[in-house]
């Protein structure tokens, strides 16, 4: 198989590139060349979608799959799709579940309303960008495109932090605020898992939207946070403190307390996602203590949660120290068992 990886130098690019290359596939990337080389044996074609003449390198070669990350202006979506068009077998583009229109229902489906958006577009928010780009791509490939809308991505690579951040957390030891309830379902993607459907589906040209994340309760947020002690080997204790009191006291989730989304909370969809059509294409996950331990033997490794290859840098993620103490202090010892 002949596969074509338009970025590849980012969190899930990457870990794509290195599965076609595990496949033993004939892999090529395309990319400013900013953020690294790539693997031994994979062509690097450098350019930049965004500027006059950006795809040059674009304007020769077949390839069997194309695979597409971009999360910038649909237009230039738009025009690599165009630039790419007659050349390609099946066109892969990693979309979000972000696209869904609010409110968005527990148990969303990939018939859900989505937000509008230009394919043309010069700009917009996150979801508008990822839905304009999906409509792109349709425009010039229609039922030769599949559009996979990731959930909560996590695993070894990722460049936001949250999972990491945690990880490092429970390394330093004593009380960790977690956030109750313990068993509250939680519900993301392993990079890995993500790339393998990815290429699994690209190759079988599966067509259309597709929900790609585990199954609702995959795992939960005590699953989560022991496999961390156990990764990690910390003398740490989980003090779990309920959602309502963590509100009260005005902590964020999802920002300051990383995957958590309580009950109740206006985006608790995002790990309610229906996964039927993904699992019925052959999608599988690991279990979390494998993601789990990975990311954090690649964290001891890399040093740091490098930064976002071609994207906006993002607010940090996660409590400061001083406000978790203060916390842990208001709260009392919490419950270390639930």
Same mark, same amino acid.
């Given at each position: 198989?002949?596969?074509?990886?338009?970025?590849?130098?980012?969190?899930?690019?990457?870990?794509?590139?290195?599965?076609?290359?595990?496949?033993?596939?004939?892999?090529?990337?395309?990319?400013?060349?900013?953020?690294?080389?790539?693997?031994?044996?994979?062509?690097?074609?450098?350019?930049?979608?965004?500027?006059?003449?950006?795809?040059?390198?674009?304007?020769?070669?077949?390839?069997?799959?194309? =695979? $597409?990350?971009? %999360?910038? +202006?649909?237009?230039?979506?738009?025009? &690599? !799709?165009?630039? @790419? *068009? /007659?050349? #390609?077998?099946?066109?892969?583009?990693?979309?979000?579940?972000?696209?869904?229109?609010?409110?968005?229902?527990?148990?969303?489906?990939?018939?859900?309303?989505?937000?509008?958006?230009?394919?043309?577009?010069?700009?917009?928010?996150?979801?508008?960008?990822?839905?304009?780009?999906?409509?792109?791509?349709?425009?010039?490939?229609?039922?030769?495109?599949?559009?996979?809308?990731?959930?909560?991505?996590?695993?070894?690579?990722?460049?936001?932090?949250?999972?990491?951040?945690?990880?490092?957390?429970?390394?330093?030891?004593?009380?960790?605020?977690?956030?109750?309830?313990?068993?509250?379902?939680?519900?993301? =993607? $392993?990079?890995? %898992?993500? +790339?393998?459907?990815?290429?699994?589906? &690209? !190759?079988?040209? @599966? *067509? /259309?939207? #597709?929900?790609?994340?585990?199954?609702?309760?995959?795992?939960?947020?005590?699953?989560?946070?022991?496999?961390?002690?156990?990764?990690?080997?910390?003398?740490?204790?989980?003090?779990?403190?309920?959602?309502?009191?963590?509100?009260?006291?005005?902590?964020?989730?999802?920002?300051?307390?990383?995957?958590?989304?309580?009950?109740?909370?206006?985006?608790?969809?995002?790990?309610?996602?229906?996964?039927?059509?993904?699992?019925?294409?052959?999608?599988?996950?690991?279990?979390?203590?494998?993601?789990?331990?990975?990311?954090?033997?690649?964290?001891?490794?890399?040093?740091?949660?490098?930064?976002?290859?071609?994207?906006?840098?993002?607010?940090?993620?996660?409590?400061?120290?001083?406000?978790? !103490?203060?916390? @842990? *202090?208001?709260?009392?010892?919490?419950?270390?068992?639930?």
């Amino acid at each position: 198989m002949r596969m074509l990886m338009l970025g590849g130098s980012g969190f899930v690019g990457r870990a794509t590139v290195a599965e076609g290359v595990r496949r033993g596939w004939t892999v090529a990337v395309f990319n400013r060349g900013r953020h690294g080389a790539p693997p031994a044996g994979v062509r690097h074609l450098t350019g930049d979608r965004t500027t006059a003449d950006g795809l040059a390198a674009l304007a020769d070669g077949e390839w069997d799959v194309v =695979v $597409d990350t971009w %999360d910038g +202006a649909p237009r230039d979506a738009l025009a &690599g !799709a165009r630039m @790419l *068009a /007659g050349r #390609v077998g099946h066109y892969v583009y990693v979309s979000s579940g972000s696209v869904y229109a609010p409110p968005v229902p527990a148990g969303v489906t990939e018939h859900d309303a989505v937000v509008d958006a230009d394919p043309a577009a010069a700009d917009g928010d996150y979801p508008t960008l990822k839905r304009g780009s999906e409509r792109a791509v349709q425009e010039v490939f229609g039922d030769r495109s599949l559009l996979a809308r990731a959930g909560l991505i996590l695993g070894p690579g990722e460049d936001i932090g949250r999972l990491p951040w945690w990880l490092t957390r429970v390394a330093r030891g004593g009380d960790v605020l977690a956030p109750g309830p313990a068993d509250l379902p939680v519900q993301y =993607v $392993d990079v890995r %898992d993500l +790339a393998v459907f990815l290429l699994d589906a &690209g !190759a079988a040209r @599966l *067509a /259309g939207p #597709v929900n790609v994340v585990d199954r609702p309760g995959h795992t939960t947020m005590g699953g989560l946070l022991a496999a961390a002690v156990t990764a990690t080997g910390a003398d740490a204790s989980l003090r779990w403190v309920a959602p309502e009191r963590l509100r009260d006291a005005g902590v964020s989730p999802w920002s300051e307390l990383p995957v958590w989304l309580p009950p109740g909370h206006e985006y608790r969809w995002m790990q309610q996602i229906d996964v039927r059509r993904a699992y019925a294409a052959g999608f599988t996950g690991r279990p979390v203590s494998d993601t789990v331990t990975d990311t954090w033997e690649w964290l001891r490794r890399v040093g740091e949660v490098p930064a976002r290859a071609g994207r906006p840098a993002r607010e940090p993620v996660g409590l400061d120290p001083t406000r978790e !103490a203060a916390l @842990l *202090a208001e709260f009392g010892t919490g419950d270390p068992a639930r």
